[in-house]
């Protein structure tokens, strides 16, 4: 079996974490593909397991990667997904940050978790993906998101204006510091802080959400995730921050954009006593109440 283990940053307590990891994969006579950067850093600190193999922005996952351990937060999560794309090699989250909603195996579960793949006990989550088309090449690379796609001002403290169309159809102007498309999974992140509602990740929709919006009949609004949503933006600036989760572009007004439901997903591990009411429990206190 062959298991990709994806990094990019981590403390020194981490350490002895990976070993264990590594340790592990030994045993079970597992080979390591390890993430370019991250292998390196394992070699200086004589930490690389006895058989690896790596993988980069250039040398893409084989198809015998059988899953893949994103060792980090949620961050790290997003990173990883980009080098699954379309594989459908499934993702499982191993929180070294401090949420974890996505990432959200712990490191003293990490025995348990490899254990219940290599046992199969394990149910795979499907998340659906967001597209982005520009009339520019931008995120070429990767041009999906699992989170969020996003339009920001940049070089300027004045509001900017989005003309947004709904399948080709004039939906509003959005007098804002910016606007969020954000996915069910991503509706727990950005959108979430900026007024959003959560949606459960099986929702066939995507949310539309400005970001400090100067209109005040505008609210985050639900639609289809079958829907184009389509942009045009002025500013007093010359230049708009573009973002698809943690990546970001910069471009002018002559771009065009617009997001879509991708046709692939990315499939996480939910292990065993892992759903999302008891994620949106534990780590957002959905309906705690300090009163009981």
């Given at each position: 079996m062959h298991i990709a283990v994806y990094n990019r940053v981590f403390d020194e307590s981490d350490l002895e974490l990976f070993k264990q990891i590594f340790d592990y994969f030994?045993?079970?006579?597992?080979?390591?593909?390890?993430?370019?950067?991250?292998a390196k850093r394992m070699h200086q600190l004589h930490l690389l397991p006895a058989v690896y193999e790596v993988f980069c922005e250039q040398t893409p996952l084989p198809p015998?990667?059988?899953?893949?351990?994103?060792?980090?937060?949620?961050?790290?999560?997003?990173?990883?997904?980009?080098?699954?794309?379309?594989?459908?090699?499934?993702?499982?989250g191993i929180n070294l940050g401090r949420l974890g909603f996505l990432a959200s195996t712990t490191a003293d579960k990490v025995d348990f978790a490899i254990h219940s793949l290599l046992a199969g006990n394990y149910v795979l989550d499907p998340r659906t993906l967001m597209h982005l088309d520009a009339s520019i090449p931008i995120f070429s690379d990767a041009p999906f998101a699992l989170n969020e796609f996003s339009l920001h001002r940049?070089?300027?403290?004045?509001?900017?204006?989005?003309?947004?169309?709904?399948?080709?159809?004039?939906?509003?102007?959005?007098?804002?510091?910016?606007?969020?498309?954000?996915?069910?999974?991503?509706?727990?992140?950005?959108?979430?802080?900026?007024?959003?509602?959560?949606?459960?990740?099986?929702?066939?929709?995507?949310?539309?959400?400005?970001?400090?919006?100067?209109?005040?009949?505008?609210r985050p609004l639900v639609v289809?995730?079958?829907?184009?949503?389509?942009?045009?933006?002025?500013?007093?600036?010359?230049?708009?921050?573009?973002?698809?989760?943690?990546?970001?572009?910069?471009?002018d007004n002559s771009v065009s954009l617009a997001v879509k439901k991708e046709n692939f997903v990315i499939q996480l591990i939910r292990l065993e006593g892992q759903n999302f009411l008891h994620t949106l429990q534990s780590k957002l206190y959905w309906g705690a109440d300090s009163r009981n």
């Open positions: 030994e045993q079970h006579k597992i080979t390591a593909i390890l993430y370019n950067d991250f015998k990667t059988k899953f893949l351990f994103s060792l980090g937060g949620d961050g790290t999560m997003l990173d990883a997904v980009k080098f699954v794309g379309d594989k459908n090699i499934p993702i499982l940049k070089d300027s403290s004045s509001l900017i204006k989005i003309h947004t169309f709904l399948n080709g159809e004039f939906l509003c102007t959005y007098w804002a510091d910016g606007l969020i498309v954000s996915t069910p999974t991503g509706s727990t992140g950005y959108s979430l802080s900026c007024g959003g509602p959560i949606i459960f990740p099986q929702a066939n929709s995507f949310v539309i959400t400005p970001v400090a919006p100067h209109n005040l009949n505008v289809s995730d079958n829907s184009i949503i389509s942009f045009e933006i002025e500013g007093r600036a010359e230049h708009f921050l573009c973002t698809m989760d943690a990546r970001s572009e910069s471009i």
